[in-house]
């Protein structure tokens, strides 16, 4: 059985500590809770779709260690197809050190690993998967040469491709113009533009900037404020609920993993986005990657459909 959903990314195992603030360079601050949980944008946004009901495939690397028997273990209990997940010989896993402060915000840095040797014969090996699947999803990871080769796949085969631009890098027209929706948060767009998106007004002009190159569709997301979209149907900005957030660290990959299975499901852009905020609204409420993306369940129990 094809996904309806291929998402090729990276995967790590998340070490996560909860400390009162973020600490500034050389500074020591002691900490609280610690919390070893799965992760990497890749498979966090996998994650996030399967638990919403899509029919999703990994395209991945791990390392043969622990964390990556782990890493599979957790794929299939979530429904994720792992046909494609390989298991690197030479590299480990990958892993991220993150501190969580009491307001929720986040400082991440990550060693690659296995990521970094994610290749384009892996993803040509997937090729089947993608050109059957409504869409293609991906970040930036792993290798951008990577990326490019799958983007350009993912157009020849008709999917809706999304690229969140992140952790960010410069990108090249040729890039974009295979991009059907472009994701970046408001410092990725910031570093794509030029432009910090801290309004309506300059989220446009960021936006538009965007589109220009090619991209078909923008959606910034703009943490509690909600996402921007800029696409042919609509212009303007779709609020996110409020909620208390304990922990931002997967909100972004709530939210891609929710854009994706609701285009999946041939939802408006615009309800897409929106339903996408819902997902990640829930997720920030929660502590961890993935132990804090939603059901589809809990989704419909927080916000019923009218």
Known sequence: MSPEIVVVGSSNTDMVVKIPSLPSPGETVLGGDFLVAAGGKGANQAVAAARLGASVGLVARIGRDMFGDQSIENFEADGILTDFVVRDESQPSGVALIMVDDAGENMIAVASGANAGLTCSDVERAGGYIEKSTVLLMQLEVPIEVVRFAAQLGKRSGCTVILNPAPA????????????????????????????????ETARSSAQILRDTGVESVVITLGEKGAYLLSDGYSGLIPAPRVVAKDTTAAGDAFNGALAHAISRDLELSESVKYANQVAALAVTRVGAQPSLPSREMVAKEYPVD
């Open 169 to 200: 890098q410069t990108l090249d027209r040729e890039l974009l113009s295979d991009i059907s929706i472009l994701t970046p948060n408001e410092k990725e767009a910031e570093a794509l533009t030029g432009i910090e998106p801290i309004d309506l």
